[in-house]
């Protein structure tokens, strides 16, 4: 990469912010350099803007080339506070990071009377006529905007608000990135805009191979997955395909199986994971066995469950035994450069805080009984799929990678993220009308699921449903 940054990033606040009032500043990218620029992407962060973070897209430069874009932000926090800058773009075949900061973005407190706008207002006046404070365009002796002459007809916030500065563009200091700022933003996915608009909360979803007969209790074959994800979901056990997220009944599917599982609960078992990361499971059942151990946990108790011991379900010889522990909290981890434009991003804000993750995923081994029909995977924030024996997402396929990808959950919602450079995942939406045809999914963006979508993973296409 030149020494010499191919780009220039000027930044432009025309408006005075206050903590709770929605604002705007704008953003200019000149290429000055002498090749084509794409995938221009700039981010801002500052921890006191609501979103803390947000991205904007910005057309292709040809050499000489600038483009303006205004940033809306909502401030929150009253002080001066760092904005950081990360520009992506691609030159040629190689995708390049520049980062800077613009120091001392002041953020007013919400005035209250007619006083504490008058301070405000002198005290932007102050700012731009001493050059002090670069948020405001200030070059020293710059007493053009003379608000202190007009604060007759400053009576409100909306006045204060309604104030234009005039225009003065500043340049951000831009530098190549440190090993620790690329780790930063090499995580940052991107929404296709294609798939800004699918929104479909769910708590679990079911991925079954396109053309696959219904599941039922008398079919011995697992037929795809059931996912439950999330770091404070819960995992319910028992022999009701209709009502739980792990079917325990015996398999294969035969009369001495069926005579078995008879004496298991619809709904036996929950299980959950504890602020410790520690697996607890809870006897939920009418008044069925469930033992950890070799200890009975009465109806509506809960026991912890360490690795080393076994889970059973039912009276023996009819006791279903299962051996489950958690694997860690994984380190691959996304960050949604557009999150603010996807649909579900109003909805989602409102949703309690997901509580953070603990463990990764749950690994289930059948001590005494084929697995279910279903392969339930339960996991935190994400589980991965590929053709490694260790995913828990697994498919015997050669055109797929160890990890090919991974399945996130969060905003309530399911996601799909491919890593490999290999290609061969595709993803059709018939509720899609710009999107007939199944959409290629490259590495660096992540894509909202919803039911009847149609995912390819290799050589097998999935038909993906909501469960109930």
């Given at each position: 990469?030149?020494?010499?940054?191919?780009?220039?990033?000027?930044?432009?606040?025309?408006?005075?912010?206050?903590?709770?009032?929605?604002?705007?500043?704008?953003?200019?990218?000149?290429?000055?350099?002498?090749?084509?620029?794409?995938?221009?992407?700039?981010?801002?962060?500052?921890?006191?803007?609501?979103?803390p973070e947000l991205t904007i897209e910005l057309?292709?430069?040809?050499?000489?080339?600038?483009?303006?874009?205004?940033?809306?932000i909502l401030p929150t926090q009253v002080g001066?506070?760092?904005?950081?800058?990360?520009?992506?773009?691609?030159?040629?075949?190689?995708?390049?990071?520049?980062?800077?900061?613009?120091?001392?973005?002041?953020?007013?407190?919400?005035?209250?009377?007619?006083?504490?706008?008058?301070?405000?207002?002198?005290?932007?006046?102050?700012?731009?006529?001493?050059?002090?404070?670069?948020?405001?365009?200030?070059?020293?002796?710059?007493?053009?905007?003379?608000?202190?002459?007009?604060?007759?007809?400053?009576?409100?916030?909306?006045?204060?608000?309604?104030?234009?500065?005039?225009?003065?563009?500043?340049?951000?200091?831009?530098?190549?990135?440190?090993?620790?700022?690329?780790?930063?933003?090499?995580?940052?996915?991107?929404?296709?805009?294609?798939?800004?608009?699918?929104?479909?909360?769910?708590?679990?979803?079911?991925?079954?191979?396109?053309?696959?007969?219904?599941?039922?209790?008398?079919?011995?074959?697992?037929?795809?997955?059931?996912?439950?994800?999330?770091?404070?979901?819960?995992?319910?056990?028992?022999?009701?395909?209709?009502?739980?997220?792990?079917?325990?009944?015996?398999?294969?599917?035969?009369?001495?199986?069926?005579?078995?599982?008879?004496?298991?609960?619809?709904?036996?078992?929950?299980?959950?994971?504890?602020?410790?990361?520690?697996?607890?499971?809870?006897?939920?059942?009418?008044?069925?066995?469930?033992?950890?151990?070799?200890?009975?946990?009465?109806?509506?108790?809960?026991?912890?469950?360490?690795?080393?011991?076994?889970?059973?379900?039912?009276?023996?010889?009819?006791?279903?035994?299962?051996?489950?522990?958690?694997?860690?909290?994984?380190?691959?981890?996304?960050?949604?450069?557009?999150?603010?434009?996807?649909?579900?991003?109003?909805?989602?804000?409102?949703?309690?805080?997901?509580?953070?993750?603990?463990?990764?995923?749950?690994?289930?081994?059948?001590?005494?009984?084929?697995?279910?029909?279903?392969?339930?995977?339960?996991?935190?924030?994400?589980?991965?799929?590929?053709?490694?024996?260790?995913?828990?997402?697994?498919?015997?396929?050669?055109?797929?990678?160890?990890?090919?990808?991974?399945?996130?959950?969060?905003?309530?919602?399911?996601?799909?993220?491919?890593?490999?450079?290999?290609?061969?995942?595709?993803?059709?939406?018939?509720?899609?009308?710009?999107?007939?045809?199944?959409?290629?999914?490259?590495?660096?963006?992540?894509?909202?699921?919803?039911?009847?979508?149609?995912?390819?993973?290799?050589?097998?296409?999935?038909?993906?449903?909501?469960?109930?």
């Amino acid at each position: 990469m030149s020494l010499v940054p191919p780009l220039s990033l000027h930044l432009d606040f025309p408006k005075i912010f206050v903590a709770g009032a929605g604002c705007r500043f704008s953003a200019c990218v000149s290429n000055i350099g002498t090749e084509p620029l794409q995938n221009i992407a700039v981010t801002f962060a500052c921890a006191d803007f609501d979103p803390p973070e947000l991205t904007i897209e910005l057309e292709d430069l040809q050499p000489g080339g600038r483009h303006e874009k205004p940033v809306s932000i909502l401030p929150t926090q009253v002080g001066n506070r760092p904005l950081i800058c990360t520009v992506e773009f691609t030159q040629g075949t190689q995708t390049q990071n520049l980062y800077g900061t613009w120091e001392g973005l002041t953020i007013f407190e919400r005035p209250s009377s007619q006083v504490s706008i008058t301070n405000i207002v002198q005290d932007v006046q102050s700012h731009r006529s001493s050059g002090e404070k670069a948020e405001f365009g200030a070059v020293k002796g710059d007493v053009s905007i003379n608000l202190t002459n007009n604060l007759a007809q400053i009576q409100s916030l909306n006045d204060l608000l309604a104030i234009t500065l005039p225009p003065a563009w500043r340049k951000v200091p831009l530098r190549g990135l440190t090993s620790t700022a690329i780790r930063r933003t090499s995580d940052r996915r991107r929404i296709p805009a294609a798939f800004l608009r699918v929104y479909e909360p769910m708590a679990a979803l079911h991925i079954r191979p396109l053309g696959a007969p219904p599941l039922s209790a008398s079919d011995a074959t697992a037929r795809g997955w059931r996912l439950r994800g999330g770091a404070g979901s819960q995992l319910v056990l028992g022999r009701s395909s209709n009502d739980v997220d792990l079917v325990t009944r015996f398999m294969p599917a035969d009369p001495a199986s069926d005579n078995k599982s008879a004496g298991l609960s619809r709904k036996q078992a929950r299980f959950s994971v504890n602020a410790a990361g520690l697996l607890t499971v809870e006897n939920i059942s009418s008044g069925n066995v469930v033992i950890v151990g070799r200890t009975a946990v009465p109806v509506g108790s809960g026991s912890l469950l360490s690795s080393d011991q076994a889970l059973s379900l039912g009276t023996p010889p009819a006791d279903l035994r299962l051996h489950v522990r958690l694997a860690p909290t994984p380190g691959h981890s996304i960050r949604v450069g557009n999150l603010e434009e996807w649909q579900g991003y109003g909805p989602s804000r409102h949703l309690p805080a997901e509580p953070e993750a603990t463990w990764g995923h749950a690994l289930i081994d059948w001590l005494n009984s084929a697995p279910s029909y279903w392969q339930t995977v339960w996991f935190s924030r994400l589980a991965a799929f590929g053709s490694a024996s260790d995913v828990p997402l697994r498919l015997d396929d050669a055109g797929l990678d160890p990890c090919h990808g991974f399945l996130h959950y969060f905003c309530g919602c399911y996601w799909l993220e491919v890593i490999s450079q290999r290609g061969g995942v595709t993803l059709h939406d018939p509720q899609n009308p710009d999107t007939h045809a199944p959409v290629s999914i490259p590495p660096g963006v992540i894509v909202p699921l919803r039911g009847n979508m149609t995912l390819t993973l290799g050589n097998t296409s999935f038909l993906l449903t909501k469960a109930v």
